[in-house]
């Protein structure tokens, strides 16, 4: 009897302890950015992107950098961080050290950027195609840090107008429903007369 007790008992810790362990691996893969072999520190998986961005999609400056690379035609991971997730925010602080968009992180390098101006200093200095000449290499930098600069300013003039277009809109349809609510009690005293 206390022999079937004791193996009864002895396989349910064994199952608790298992569980336990596929947990733990289970958090811990969770907490690793993505393409990362286990085991084997900052090498990303063949075929996967290494260079990662953390960003925001309503960023003014984190589409300033997701327009450069793309423009450079350079393939990257994007992970989104919104102000409603903590976790988000817990694993940029852990990868980088700050909780600051946009961040970048450079895998083959191992350099790690935030802001958008030093990234996309990095960028050109790291991945742009050399150019026959020093003044047209001079200029593409120019070229490319204005039109960076424009779309940060883009972004920033689009979010008051957007507010500003949903706002008449509300006032529009305040007034409209204010109109039909008096043409209601207008008719009803009409008919309350006769």
């Known amino acids: 009897m206390k022999a079937a007790r004791l193996s009864s008992k002895y396989i349910r810790q064994t199952e608790e302890k298992t569980k336990k362990r596929a947990m733990r691996r289970t958090l811990q893969k969770a907490s690793e950015p993505l393409g990362m072999h286990r085991g084997r520190g900052q090498i990303p ?32 991971i994007t992970h989104n961080v919104p102000d409603q997730i903590i976790l988000k925010h817990e694993q940029l602080a852990r990868v980088g ?48 840090r204005i039109q960076s600069q424009a779309d940060e300013l883009a972004w920033a003039i689009k979010t008051p107008m957007d507010k500003a277009r949903i706002l008449m809109d509300d006032v529009a349809d305040g007034w409209e429903s204010l109109r039909n609510s008096y043409q209601t009690i207008r008719n009803v005293i009409r008919e309350t007369r006769s």
């Open 45 to 76: 998986a063949r075929g996967t992107p290494h260079l990662e961005l953390y960003q925001k999609e309503n960023c003014r400056f984190s589409h300033s950098v997701r327009s450069r690379l793309s423009q450079m035609g350079l393939d990257y």
């Open 97 to 144: 050290g700050k909780d600051e968009i946009p961040f970048l992180l450079d895998r083959k390098t191992g350099v790690k950027l935030y802001g958008s101006n030093p990234i996309l200093s990095y960028l050109e200095k790291q991945y742009e195609v050399p150019k026959n000449t020093a003044l047209g290499d001079w200029m593409k930098r120019i070229s490319a």
